[in-house]
């Protein structure tokens, strides 16, 4: 069977995404290009004794790239050694903005690449009265073109057909303006580079990743020599396209003589309206968070349920001791704490990927902008932001479509501070251990301190946001031209696939560590080398010979806990964190939970479990009854109960954020800023509460 | 061409075709999304404060917001 690789490549809106889902169906998966994070995706299918692998570059209205992601379809289609360069590229557009469409297949088969051409949303367009002149169009671009509509399925099988179609006598449209053919003839001659408007690209291009040192040299070279502006290439060369379009595709495009009012017009009206927009707009996220708590409630409490008795029957069936802690402790329930977010994490990217397929989030981006920018953002950072309130790994890599540097660095910065997920686990144990279960004018006591907790996230990313915006220079003006696609019916299928593909990205990431975390604490808990460990019985009874049973085996294991090689760390960093509030155990807890905030919680249940013999207990139990060596009152009492939630609410911690922010903005100057900012305030917010309420 | 207006001068509702650009450092996207001279738009309203105007342009479903920075940028001659 022969194999084919195929790119998809079009402008963004035009349902790219659709006929991606609709050639490959499930047999899909999303990765990452090697040594960035723009999401890659993947899929293949069989037609006709052929094998195709489809790869579905970002969307990009052409082969300059002005953000992150449309880099890679430059990166991708230059470059010939690239693994996923392709031997056939699909076009798509809309009937719409077929000149734009067309704009990117002529700088791709200029390129030297075979294409096909596919206009989608021909429902969209027959609706409207709009036809296209099929065989008029494929004389313009010397190839196969299909008409489709992925959303029902429409020209799909034609669309399969098509991929075998062998596209040639394509003649170029682009003609080098005769003042920088040396320049070229230069490129050609000293970079081995043969395609001439690829020796164009070389120049007119900001990047060129894909060369060698050299090689950029000799454009560099080249650009000195004959005093040439890349960003001025770019325009000649659209506006001598745009020109040229202009007459080779009169008469492709019908539309109809009496122009009917789109429906998309007047639901803007309304929902860009300068003030109504905003109402909608915030309705809508009030809508989306209480969403979140009540309609998630029945699947978190059947999953802690579920969890609850498997961590029972474990316990009952498993020999009582350290292992049986490790496996119903920090094990089983360190998952359950992950798996119990399953519902919220699922109900929050439901929401906004029907805001993203409806079109509605370009409105977001709109309304946003003027109140983003005053904080150094984007109205398209808003994105970023509301994606940080479920987590802050997606919504990192969500701040790639930011287009200016500075803009997409502040976010991605302060975007860690919005309330993610996992800081909820540790919010909701400490908020019902240390605030009493009141209603204050009617409402719960308890909730409130929730919302509250929320707002400090927004507005210390705002905060931060404000402070960066100061202290940092950009190199390029910030703009935003954003395109307002019309309003669609959400995809179902598109929908399910990207929830389920960042739901699974979330417990399948997080699952990892607290896995690996409760086993090396069991490790480390279990094993130590002090004499008071080793020894642990005899000192107990030389010290205190005249000690009950009970009290003597309760006495023996906290001894061994704290002589562990865990409790040794507890207690090295414990001078640091006792002005918090914290005792050597919560130590624990805080070193445990820099790989991830939600193993706080899994990490005290297995200390405390290790330390005591009594296994009836739950977590929460066993916290309130906990006992502060230090100040002799409960481990987690008002103040330091409020020190541990500001510490939260502030600290990056979160392994993986770090991780995913070094190979965002590919520096570690700006990780670190970030990693210190961040735990250096958390710090000094949970002292000055500790220290004001104790 | 400093007697053309820009898309900032246009009143909501107001239609007008583009005759060129204030400057030639402007962002590649904006010929990329088809806001080229000769293109006819109407300028449906701005946000508050100076926010972004959104834009439809003729024969096309889709809108174009751009910040004001940008639509000072491009002149335009007003059809009565």
């Not at chain 1, 005769?178 to 580079?193: L, S």
């Not at chain 1, 894909?210 to 070279?221: D, G, K, P």
């Not at chain 1, 770019?234 to 202009?246: D, F, G, M, T």
């Given at each position: 069977?022969?194999?084919?690789?195929?790119?998809?490549?079009?402008?963004?809106?035009?349902?790219?995404?659709?006929?991606?889902?609709?050639?490959?169906?499930?047999?899909?998966?999303?990765?990452?290009?090697?040594?960035?994070?723009?999401?890659?995706?993947?899929?293949?299918?069989?037609?006709?004794?052929?094998?195709?692998?489809?790869?579905?570059?970002?969307?990009?209205?052409?082969?300059?790239?002005?953000?992150?992601?449309?880099?890679?379809?430059?990166?991708?289609?230059?470059?010939?050694?690239?693994?996923?360069?392709?031997?056939?590229?699909?076009?798509?557009?809309?009937?719409?903005?077929?000149?734009?469409?067309?704009?990117?297949?002529?700088?791709?088969?200029?390129?030297?690449?075979?294409?096909?051409?596919?206009?989608?949303?021909?429902?969209?367009?027959?609706?409207?009265?709009?036809?296209?002149?099929?065989?008029?169009?494929?004389?313009?671009?010397?190839?196969?073109?299909?008409?489709?509509?992925?959303?029902?399925?429409?020209?799909?099988?034609?669309?399969?057909?098509?991929?075998?179609?062998?596209?040639?006598?394509?003649?170029?449209?682009?003609?080098?303006?005769?003042?920088?053919?040396?320049?070229?003839?230069?490129?050609?001659?000293?970079?081995?580079?043969?395609?001439?408007?690829?020796?164009?690209?070389?120049?007119?291009?900001?990047?060129?990743?894909?060369?060698?040192?050299?090689?950029?040299?000799?454009?560099?070279?080249?650009?000195?020599?004959?005093?040439?502006?890349?960003?001025?290439?770019?325009?000649?060369?659209?506006?001598?396209?745009?020109?040229?379009?202009?007459?080779?595709?009169?008469?492709?495009?019908?539309?109809?003589?009496?122009?009917?009012?789109?429906?998309?017009?007047?639901?803007?009206?309304?929902?860009t309206h300068p003030v109504w927009g905003y109402v909608i707009f915030f309705a809508l996220l009030l809508l989306i968070f209480q969403a979140i708590y009540t309609w998630s409630g029945p699947f978190m409490d059947a999953i802690d349920n579920a969890f609850a008795w498997l961590a029972s029957s474990a316990g009952e069936w498993l020999p009582a001791g350290p292992i049986n802690g490790l496996i119903t402790d920090g094990i089983i329930a360190g998952i359950g704490g992950i798996v119990i977010f399953i519902p919220q994490i699922a109900i929050l990217f439901i929401f906004i990927s029907l805001m993203e397929e409806s079109g509605y989030m370009s409105r977001v981006v709109y309304l946003m902008d003027r109140w983003l920018r005053p904080f150094g953002l984007s109205g398209k950072s808003a994105v970023p932001l509301m994606s940080g309130a479920a987590c802050a790994i997606p919504a990192v890599m969500s701040a790639r479509t930011i287009e200016n540097d500075k803009e997409r660095l502040i976010t991605i910065l302060v975007t860690p501070f919005m309330t993610c997920s996992a800081r909820l686990p540790i919010y909701i144990v400490i908020i019902g251990l240390v605030i009493p279960s009141e209603k204050i004018l009617g409402l719960d006591l308890q909730g409130l301190v929730l919302f509250g907790m929320y707002a400090l996230g927004i507005v210390a990313a705002l905060g931060s946001a404000w402070v960066l915006k100061q202290l940092m220079k950009s190199k390029y003006k910030s703009y935003l031209i954003l395109e307002l696609p019309t309003y669609k019916y959400p995809v179902v299928r598109n929908v399910l696939l990207n929830v389920w593909d960042k739901t699974k990205g979330f417990v399948w990431g997080a699952g990892k560590i607290i896995l690996a975390i409760s086993i090396i604490l069991w490790v480390l808990g279990s094993f130590g080398v002090d004499e008071r460990f080793t020894n642990a019985e005899d000192v107990v009874r030389s010290e205190k010979p005249g000690i009950s049973e009970t009290d003597f085996e309760n006495e023996v294991q906290s001894q061994k806990l704290e002589y562990s090689f865990l409790g040794t760390m507890g207690r090295f960093i414990e001078p640091v964190i006792e002005p918090l509030g914290y005792d050597w155990k919560m130590g624990i807890g805080l070193i445990s939970s820099f790989a991830a905030r939600e193993v706080f919680v899994s990490t005290m249940a297995t200390v405390y479990s290790l330390g005591g013999t009594d296994d009836e207990l739950t977590i929460r139990e066993r916290m309130a009854a906990e006992i502060n060596p230090n100040t002799g009152k409960p481990a987690y009492n008002f103040a330091s109960g409020i020190s541990l939630l500001l510490f939260y609410a502030f600290a990056m911690q979160c392994m993986s954020t770090i991780a995913i922010v070094r190979k965002e903005t590919n520096s570690w100057k700006w990780t670190f800023i970030q990693l210190a900012f961040m735990t250096g305030f958390a710090y000094i917010a949970a002292l000055v509460a500790y220290q004001l309420l104790k | 061409m400093s007697q053309h207006k820009s898309i900032n001068q246009l009143q909501n509702g107001e239609t007008a075709t583009i005759v060129g650009y204030l400057s030639d450092e402007i962002p590649i996207k904006i010929y990329e999304m088809g806001l080229l001279p000769g293109v006819t738009l109407t300028k449906k309203q701005q946000l508050p404060f100076n926010g972004p105007v959104y834009l439809r342009i003729q024969d096309n479903p889709n809108a174009i917001a751009l910040r004001k920075s940008e639509a000072d940028l491009i002149l335009i001659e007003s059809i009565l």
């Open positions: 069977m022969t194999e084919i690789k195929i790119a998809l490549v079009g402008n963004p809106n035009v349902g790219k995404s659709t006929v991606f889902n609709r050639l490959t169906g499930l047999r899909q998966k999303v990765g990452n290009y090697p040594g960035i994070t723009v999401e890659k995706k993947t899929g293949s299918f069989t037609h006709q004794q052929t094998r195709y692998h489809v790869i579905d570059l970002p969307g990009a209205y052409g082969i300059h790239p002005s953000s992150l992601d449309e880099e890679i379809v430059y990166d991708v289609l230059v470059d010939q050694t690239n693994p996923n360069h392709p031997e056939l590229v699909v076009v798509i557009g809309d009937p719409f903005n077929i000149k734009r469409a067309v704009f990117l297949y002529q700088q791709i088969r200029e390129m030297g690449l075979p294409a096909i051409f596919v206009v989608n949303m021909m429902d969209e367009a027959e609706r409207s009265g709009t036809s296209i002149d099929v065989s008029k169009l494929e004389n313009v671009l010397s190839t196969k073109v299909v008409l489709t509509d992925a959303r029902s399925g429409k020209g799909i099988d034609q669309l399969k057909d098509a991929l075998a179609f062998k596209p040639n006598g394509y003649a170029p449209s682009f003609v080098i303006p005769e003042e920088f053919t040396a320049a070229t003839q230069y490129i050609r001659e000293h970079t081995g580079q043969r395609n001439e408007y690829i020796a164009w690209l070389y120049l007119s291009q900001k990047q060129n990743k894909h060369l060698n040192n050299n090689q950029v040299e000799e454009i560099t070279t080249a650009r000195q020599t004959h005093g040439l502006n890349y960003h001025r290439l770019q325009i000649r060369e659209a506006l001598a396209r745009h020109a040229s379009l202009e007459n080779q595709l009169t008469g492709v495009i019908k539309d109809p003589a009496k122009k009917k009012q789109y429906a998309t017009e007047r639901a803007d009206h309304v929902l | -």
